[in-house]
């Protein structure tokens, strides 16, 4: 079954800085993959889906790349924020089917002014 | 904007009673999802539904939970006789019929089983 890999451990970085977020997965090739935001007792919510033949995508200071080769999407917040201080998820569509995905354990991002 | 509601968000309930929880989706949204979140984990899907038919319920513990959509609309999750591992977020949410394939999500439902 396919595999989704975050870091698990807390990514504290200085606001104004980039936060660089990392998902890996494994024993297949999705069609595209997604980034939730996840405040602590909330709902995931949507931010990018990002397609396999896209390499980048941006909205406002948020870029996500896919790597289909290395099995990689990498999650950038440019300019970041202590309002960006959230956990953040990292979805793939299920093997079998495109309407159901399966998402990652999240990371943890905490930004100090 | 429109929004998926979710009802009761805080639930506390001793084991082996029976709990429920309610799921308004966005109108219009034909899927519907039921997941289960434990602290520090992602959502683990419970079970889908395409209009009032479940397209996916392999993950569900069919011994002690189930769901229904019976019109298509909102849906009710039953958990019965509730244990101590059901202590979690139980999540739903929606998708359009038609577009991408982003997830809407509620405010979700806390249990504590006691």
């Known amino acids: 079954s396919q595999k989704i890999e975050q870091n698990s451990e807390a990514l504290n970085i200085q606001e104004g800085k980039t936060a660089t977020l990392t998902c890996n997965y494994t024993?297949?090739?999705?069609?595209?993959l997604q980034w939730y935001r996840q405040d602590p007792g909330r709902g995931p919510v949507f931010l990018l889906l990002?397609?396999?033949?896209?390499k980048e995508k941006r909205k406002e200071r948020l870029k996500v790349t896919f790597d289909t080769t290395l099995k990689q999407s990498l999650f950038h917040i440019t300019a970041s924020q202590p309002a960006d201080s959230a956990t953040y998820l990292c979805?793939?569509?299920?093997?079998?089917?495109?309407?159901?995905?399966?998402f990652g354990s999240g990371t943890r991002l905490s930004i100090r002014p | 904007e429109a929004e998926v509601a979710q009802s009761p968000r805080y639930k506390i309930t001793e084991k082996s009673q029976a709990v429920a929880f309610w799921c308004d989706p966005i109108?219009?949204?034909?899927?519907l999802y039921w997941y289960r979140q434990i602290l520090g984990q992602g959502p683990e899907l419970l079970v889908q539904f395409q209009d009032e038919s479940v397209v996916d319920d392999s993950q569900l513990p069919k011994d002690r939970f189930s769901a229904e959509r019976l019109k298509g609309v909102d849906s009710t999750l039953k958990i019965q006789p509730a244990e101590l591992g059901d202590s979690a977020m139980y999540l739903c949410?929606?998708?359009?019929?038609?577009?991408?394939?982003?997830?809407?999500f509620g405010p979700g439902t806390r249990l504590t089983v006691t």
């Open positions: 990002i397609r396999e033949n896209e």
């Open positions: 949410a929606s998708r359009p019929r038609q577009g991408a394939y982003e997830q809407y």
């Open positions: 024993n297949y090739s999705p069609a595209y």
């Open positions: 979805a793939l569509p299920g093997y079998s089917s495109a309407s159901k995905i399966i």
């Open positions: 109108s219009g949204h034909a899927t």
